[in-house]
């Protein structure tokens, strides 16, 4: 961690385009939440948070700045800055009607009550843009992240929003904390029924993109948030190595595949898995249609003949179409069809090379 006293100086480097932002504001200003965290932890540039106490759009005019994105319902805008998208948010407060319900902001907060509604202590921290380079830290969130403490503010957070569970794994994945004692206990009575299953999937798709992914999931699953299949062990052992090497890195998206390991379906992946293909064209046949997560995984369960499927053969084509079997007088409809498939899978295997005995092939098999 960086010494608190080096704070100005590593938000300079960090994010050279506030200065402007201090110097011009008419309002108080301040860098809040994750950006202020990982100044402190010194892991450099993250996604930019500001409070203004005041109109973010004033705010924005005076710096000369066109909105390209404006959620009036939270107070919130986006800005390019110095080749960056900041987000400019008016301080606000918030409530929870009832337990898992979105919350009912009002603006024209103080940074106090702004920082009060945040999750965890860690993220309830700020900086001023202008004046005194200090740390507003009314929580202990610097304290919690010297000890590597994840710590809730308030013990009705989980009851109020349960999505907040995952964003502690994402957080103690991400960060290496462990869970402060009270919140490990809140977090194990979170009930995930009283928010909406959409909300509930699209926090998991946040900690699924997350390098950390397997390791939030499994903490989630050691708080007894929710339980990993029965397959996970397997899948995450060997996810990693693939994901990352050809011929399936780029191919499939990757929180798809850590979500599909965690939850499943699996059973198309078993079949394929358990499948012992002898010729390029069996295991075409048996791949082909299936979506490349549910061959992944079959990958990860050790069906290696995929590897040949993925970087070779499916991507073996002929050198005739239908018209070349039309024109060499096979009649139209299924004739077309078998001949051109007996033909591929003669030269997946081998058997026929060049468009002239393809065609061969093809007419002899639509007969």
Same mark, same amino acid.
């Given at each position: 961690m960086i010494p608190v006293e080096r704070l100005g100086e590593a938000m300079r480097a960090a994010y050279?385009?506030?200065?402007?932002v201090g110097r011009i504001g008419r309002d108080p200003v301040f860098l809040v939440g994750g950006a202020v965290r990982d100044l402190l932890l010194g892991r450099g540039r993250v996604d930019v948070d500001l409070v203004v106490e005041g109109d973010p759009e004033t705010l924005a005019s005076v710096l000369g700045?066109?909105?390209h994105a404006n959620h009036d319902r939270f107070g919130t805008l986006k800005v390019e800055l110095g080749g960056h998208e900041i987000d400019i948010a008016a301080a606000r407060s918030e409530r929870y009607p009832e337990p898992g319900a979105l919350p009912v902001v009002e603006r024209g907060a103080s940074l106090g009550e702004d920082l009060a509604r945040r999750d965890f202590t860690v993220n309830a921290m700020a900086v001023p843009l202008s004046g005194a380079i200090e740390l507003v830290d009314p929580y202990g969130g610097l304290a919690?992240?010297?000890?590597?403490?994840?710590?809730?503010?308030h013990p009705a957070s989980f009851v109020d929003d349960p999505t907040r569970a995952i964003r502690a794994a994402r957080y103690a994945a991400r960060l290496d904390l462990r869970l402060e004692a009270e919140t490990?206990?809140?977090?194990?009575?979170?009930?995930?029924?009283?928010?909406?299953?959409?909300?509930?999937?699209?926090e998991l798709a946040r900690l699924a993109r997350e &390098?950390?992914? #397997?390791?939030? =999931?499994?903490?989630?699953?050691?708080?007894?948030?929710?339980?990993?299949?029965?397959?996970?062990?397997?899948l995450a052992a060997a996810l990693p190595e693939l994901l990352a090497d050809s011929p399936w890195a780029g191919e499939v998206d990757w929180a798809a595949a850590w979500l599909a390991a965690a939850f499943g379906p699996w059973d198309d992946a078993v079949g394929l898995a358990a499948?012992?293909?002898?010729? &390029?064209?069996? #295991?075409?046949? =048996?791949?082909?249609?299936?979506e490349p997560t549910e061959l992944l995984l079959a990958r990860a369960l050790g069906a290696e003949w995929l590897d040949d499927y993925m970087g070779v053969w499916r991507e073996v084509e002929l050198e005739i179409d239908g018209a070349d079997l039309v024109a060499a007088g096979v009649p139209e409809g299924p004739a077309v069809g078998r001949g051109l498939a007996a033909a591929l899978r003669l030269k997946l295997d081998g058997k026929v090379a060049g468009r002239e005995q393809e065609l061969a092939a093809a007419i002899a098999a639509s007969a």
């Open positions: 050279p385009e506030l200065e402007r700045l066109t909105p919690d992240l010297e000890a590597g403490l994840l710590r809730v503010l490990e206990q809140l977090i194990r009575a979170t009930d995930p029924d009283t928010v909406s299953a959409d909300r509930w999937r699209a &390098p950390t992914a #397997a390791a939030g =999931l499994e903490e989630l699953a050691g708080w007894e948030v929710l339980e990993l299949g029965e397959r996970w062990e397997v499948a012992s293909p002898t010729q &390029p064209s069996q #295991a075409w046949t =048996l791949a082909r249609g299936h």
